[in-house]
């Protein structure tokens, strides 16, 4: 299972990005798509996720102003972040879970940085 991530960039407090992830498998085959991130010093925290059903969960300090959303015919996630601040600054990692036999298997997109200035 292969994963592109890419839309980061720079922008200024208050703008939108929106970041996509292309997979080589059918997304659908997969328990969850999900959306990671890493800021400077600190451990990857789980973002946004979306599950084969299409249920969607979100970190409680990104909800309201991120959204995740699948393309399944394109293999394609994508996270809509709106009115972005500066503490969202990261690097954003896609990841594809499935579980197979009781074992959890992740995959991991190369990464994209998100910087926002204020």
């Known amino acids: 299972v292969q994963l592109q991530a890419s839309g980061g960039g720079l922008v200024q407090s208050g703008e939108s990005l929106r970041l996509s992830c292309v997979a080589s498998?059918?997304?659908?085959?997969?328990?969850?798509m999900n959306w990671f991130r890493q800021a400077p010093g600190k451990q990857r925290d789980l973002v946004a996720s979306?599950?084969?059903?299409?249920?969607?969960t979100y970190a409680d300090s990104v909800k309201g102003h991120f959204f995740i959303s699948r393309d399944s015919a394109k293999n394609t996630v994508y996270l809509q972040m709106d009115s972005l601040k500066p503490e969202d600054t990261a690097v954003y990692f896609c990841?594809?879970?499935?579980?197979?036999?009781?074992?959890?298997?992740?995959?991991w997109g190369q990464g994209t940085l998100v910087t926002v200035s204020s």
């Open positions: 990841n594809a879970k499935f579980l197979k036999n009781y074992n959890e298997y992740n995959y």
């Open positions: 498998v059918n997304i659908l085959t997969a328990d969850s």
């Open positions: 979306i599950s084969s059903a299409g249920t969607t």
